[in-house]
């Protein structure tokens, strides 16, 4: 066995420790290292993937909710604002697809599943653009129709009042005819009538075959009172009605360009009806383009739960891996330390026995024995010093043998000197309590003191109190006794004015009893 020194043994076994504890650190952080990428894989991949294909699926159903509004929406306004909302909302999914982009950028799956997603979307995008622009172009139509549909029922009203008008015409001599005249102009206000009220239905039309015999009827009515008119400029020739038929004429090209082919009313009508039938189609498709592209996402979010329940097997195996690796680490270190310990306390233990042995027999006064010095350690130095403070002590008690005599002659005379001292303490210690008791009487006393000053001091508040409570009484009392004062003057001024109006009374009465009496 190596010669080593005590300071050498330790070293060495808390060196072996230091290596072991080293040794599971590095597994610990291993596998501590292992764990903490399962579960940054989970944080930075797995669950940001989930979040924002969740909000994509969550702007995707914004974006439709705010085109179903927009469907139903009629006012242009209303549509400009619904569309600025749907481009806003447009934006935070493009963001959100770039944001998911790059999470996704080393898994396959769901890079296919975003770009089929995207191209569902774009052509959803393009649906929901085309009926934006299909609703506000028909909105726009709807406008452009009531206003022509305004000029032309302005047109048809002058044209009736035109022929109305015809039977303030100066026809002096000629009154057969005015009547005649007047008689076609009715025909033609008739027509113009009928014509309003069939045109009051056009903007109800909704199908473009009703609208083509819609027109059809209408320009039967047209023809009618352009051959009415015809003959009505023939019978009116030789009367002074030019004026008034040149006004009708130009009231009729108006008309007759909002209703003969093409028409500008009917040309309106049938672009709003194709465009509220585009706008319609544009929707359906829209939904059928968000149907796919929800189910992209769906995909695409089923993906992600996968991914994130990969990324959680393998922390918890990483973890469970971990737990068994700390278990065997502890296992072989208990080993280490138990074999460490049994060296390091077999070199120690011996050495230190026969040392504490050997003390022993020192302190109980056997100084004959020596112990062999068996090594150059720090023990064998030990042992050395040991017989050498056996030595010294043997010498220090010859001494001590010596000098006990004269002690012993001090310690007579210290003795002598000790009761003298002893008998001055008694003597003062009584004096002493003397003063005490003198002192705790004192303080009694000035106990009871303060207690009566207490209770004194509070029956002095007490009495403070209560004549506080008494001046408060007596001034109530001074208060009510001068309003009672002041009642009873005015009770006395009223009873004095009691009094005078019953003298007045009695003089009344009096003189009411005179006059009785003469006249009597």
Known sequence: MLNLTIKQKIIFGFTTIGLLLLTASSFFYHSLNKISNANNNVETIA????????????????????????????????????????????????????????????????????KQAQLQYQQYLTH??????????????????????????????????????LEIID????????DEVIGTGSRVDDSLYTLGNTMSGLNRTESTDLVAKHQEEMIFLVNNIQTNFTYLVQQAEPLNANELLNDFKQNYKIIQQSLQEPGQLYQLQH??????????????????????????????????NKRFVHFQDNAQDEIQTGKTLAVVLALIFIVMASF???????????????????????????????MDKRSDDEFGVLIG????????????????????????????????????????????????????????QMFASSNMVKDEADITATH??????????????????????????????????????????????GGILDTIGGIAEQTN
């Open 171 to 178: 026809a002096a001599g000629q009154e057969k005819l005015l």
């Open 385 to 440: 010093n040991i017989n050498k403070l056996s030595d010294d002590l043997t010498d220090l008690l010859n001494t001590i043998n010596k000098d006990a005599h004269s002690l012993d002659e001090s310690a007579a005379l210290t003795n002598k000197q000790s009761q003298f001292i002893s008998t001055s303490a008694s003597k003062q210690i009584t004096r002493i309590d003397n003063a005490k008791q003198l002192a705790e």
């Open 271 to 304: 672009q709003k009806i194709n465009l509220k039938d585009k706008a319609q189609a544009a929707y359906f498709s829209a939904n059928e383009s968000f149907t796919l592209s929800y189910a992209k996402l769906d995909e695409l979010v089923l993906l992600a």
């Open 47 to 114: 669950v940001p993937v989930q979040k924002q294909s969740s909000a994509l699926q969550i702007q995707l159903l914004k974006m439709m909710k705010q085109a179903a509004v927009a469907y139903t929406q009629s006012g242009e306004s209303e549509l400009q604002e619904s569309l600025a909302q749907f481009n806003q909302l447009q934006i935070n999914y493009n963001q959100t697809v770039k944001l998911l982009t790059l999470k996704v950028t080393e898994q396959v799956q769901m890079q296919s599943a975003l």
């Open 128 to 165: 929901i653009q085309a009926m934006y622009s299909a609703k506000i172009a028909h909105q726009q139509a709807i406008t452009n129709f009531q206003s022509d549909y305004k000029i032309f029922e302005d047109a048809r009203y002058q044209a009736s009042s035109n022929m109305l008008d």
């Open 340 to 370: 460490i310990s049994y060296i390091t306390t077999k070199a120690m233990i011996g050495p230190l026995q026969a040392v504490n042995k050997a003390l022993s027999l020192i302190a109980s006064g056997d100084l004959s024995k020596r």
């Open 460 to 505: 002095v508040t007490e009495a403070s109190q209560r004549s506080q409570d008494v001046n408060n009484i007596a001034n109530d009392n001074t208060q009510r006794i001068e309003q009672l004062s002041t009642r009873l003057s005015e009770s006395v001024v009223v009873m004095d004015l009691l009094t005078q109006h019953s003298k007045n009374i």
